[in-house]
């Protein structure tokens, strides 16, 4: 494992899981069957978001300190391209209906947008300020982006590329995910200690959740109906229950966690611990 692992993603289908490991310029790729690092690729300096698509087998990578993406080979474990972005790019989302990678560029306020068949930049959109995460609902054509410094959400229309609502949230939103089936949105406000529930449809807060100290990496599990976010400064993870809309359970972890993913198919939760250099893992079903 590098050090300073700041997030992590993984390939069900390869069963390979991914950390950007910001301390070492470098990513590791774990084998989930043997729970063992089978390969570490370096990619550009100050990694901090990936993400998959896994149709492609292609791995994003955003390097906040190069202002560019490094694009992986899953099966290869190469860096295949580097692709320049804005400035201090952070968040990265895929889309893998379109094959389109949307990054969040903290110091540009913009999200570049990537082709993943050119590996070039086919479109830049205007957020709000230090935009720190994105995620993308392929089902209804829409990007939400967390903006750090002004507090909100940007809900951003795919096909004009315009802004259609900008949402009000909590203290610092630093990390967002969504349910696609359910078109709900889920924002960590790492400054207030709470978890936003947005309706994408009505782009209204539906729901404030108190957690843990620092809020930050979000996964949801649509399948088993659980949101996962990551309270970096407490050391543990919350569980949230989909469905009622409440935390039913805290998990403690490694030292500042500030990723998760977890995999649709094991109900199993991979969490980033950035100061202890490890990942631990979550049975989604035990807790």
Known sequence: ????????????????????NEGSNDVSVIDTETNSVVATIPVGQGPSAVDVNVET??????????DDVSVIDGAT????????????????????????IYVANSWSNDISVIDGATDSVVTTIAAGQHPSSVAVNPQTSRIYVANE??????AIDTDSGSVVATIAVGDSPQFVD????????????????????IDGGGNTVLATLSVGQGPRGLAVDPGANRAYVVNTWSDEVSLIDVATTTVVAVVPVGRAPWGVAVDPLTSRVYVANAWDSTISLIDGVSR
């Open 57 to 66: 087998n292609r791995i994003y990578v955003t390097n906040a300190w190069t």
């Open 178 to 197: 969504l349910n696609p089936e359910a078109n709900v949105v889920y924002v960590a406000n790492a400054g207030s200690n709470t978890v936003s529930v």
């Open 149 to 154: 410094q002004t507090n909100d959400v940007s």
């Open 77 to 100: 474990n190469t860096v295949a391209a580097s692709v320049p972005v804005g400035r201090g790019p952070w968040g990265v989302a895929v889309d893998p209906t379109t094959n389109r």
């Open 1 to 20: 494992m590098g050090s300073k692992p700041w997030d992590v993603a993984l390939n069900p289908a390869t069963n390979r899981v991914y950390t950007a």
